[in-house]
């Protein structure tokens, strides 16, 4: 166990949103460190969002978190020899961190699209509560009912 918790670092917020949501999301959305590329995936994202709905961009990304994000979710917890899915609350920053990780997921496995417009796709679809990560949070809450009976092992 460590002695010390890591220090958090700010998050700077982002140039054209100046959101410090946006900020994060553009991180995890960058491999190997490009990110400039990171940004013109999510701005591009954003303004295909405002051709097709006629929407604030920010406030739809805003909604999205909020409906993707997890109340509960499942840990693996090893009693007496066998492993239980533990059906556990989830606290506010590993929500959003889900939240972020869901759907970027769902975008980079549609095919046969720039990732910008993938992107856009998932957030338009999760604006309206579809998707493959509205999937991914309900498969969640379904695994987290059928192993209620195993909450008592929560720790």
Do not use: C
Request: avoid cysteine; charged fraction near 30%.
């Amino acid at each position: 166990m460590r002695r010390n918790k890591a220090q958090q670092r700010p998050v700077t917020p982002d140039p054209r949103y100046n959101n410090e949501l946006v900020g994060r999301f553009i991180n995890n959305i960058m491999e190997r460190g490009k990110k400039g590329a990171a940004r013109s995936i999510v701005y591009d994202a954003f303004d295909t969002i405002k051709e097709r709905i006629k929407k604030d961009p920010l406030d739809i990304f805003v909604l999205d978190i909020k409906y993707v994000s997890p109340n509960v979710e499942l840990k693996a917890r090893r009693i007496g020899g066998a492993n239980y899915q533990v059906p556990v609350e989830v606290r506010g920053e590993r929500k959003v961190a889900l939240a972020f990780r869901w759907i970027s997921d769902a975008a980079a496995s549609r095919k046969g699209m720039p990732m910008a417009l993938r992107l856009a796709n998932e957030l338009i679809e999760a604006s309206q509560k579809q998707g493959a990560a509205i999937k991914k949070r309900e498969e969640t809450y379904r695994m987290a009912e059928a192993n209620k009976a195993f909450a008592h092992f929560a720790w």
